[in-house]
């Protein structure tokens, strides 16, 4: 399994991480976890106060998941899937996925699927 992590700072500084550093897994792990810790509360916030939130090619809201064409309301998605890399969403009553994102392509994944977890359930 290979790891890669990019880290921007609020200055503008950009770090990549990389498999090549030993312990990159446990130490993106624990990156991700401090910043959910700061962003999620923020995010849920923006949620609350009916905002769109942009997480790359998919955006939350009240109203539900959007892919930048199409919005998804909560009560219409099954569960999210990981898949080798992919994040997988299919809509309630169909065999195909609505969408299929890169991880890798969602920046502050953690905080994105806390979030969706929040929207659909009410809780953190």
Do not use: C
Not at 18 to 40: D, E, F, M, P
Not at 99 to 109: G, H, L
């Amino acid at each position: 399994m290979s790891h890669r992590y990019t880290i921007e700072r609020t200055d503008g500084a950009v770090f990549k991480l990389n498999s090549t550093l030993k312990n990159v897994g446990t130490l993106g792990q624990s990156i991700q976890q401090s910043v959910a810790q700061v962003h999620l509360p923020q995010a849920i916030a923006a949620y609350n106060a009916d905002n769109l939130i942009p997480f790359g090619p998919l955006s939350v809201s009240l109203q539900g998941l959007s892919n930048g064409n199409e919005v998804v309301p909560w009560g219409q998605q099954q569960n999210l899937l990981l898949n080798r890399g992919y994040l997988l969403v299919r809509k309630q009553g169909t065999n195909r996925n609505w969408a299929k994102v890169a991880v890798s392509r969602i920046p502050n994944y953690l905080v994105f699927i806390k979030l969706v977890n929040y929207a659909r359930t009410g809780q953190v």
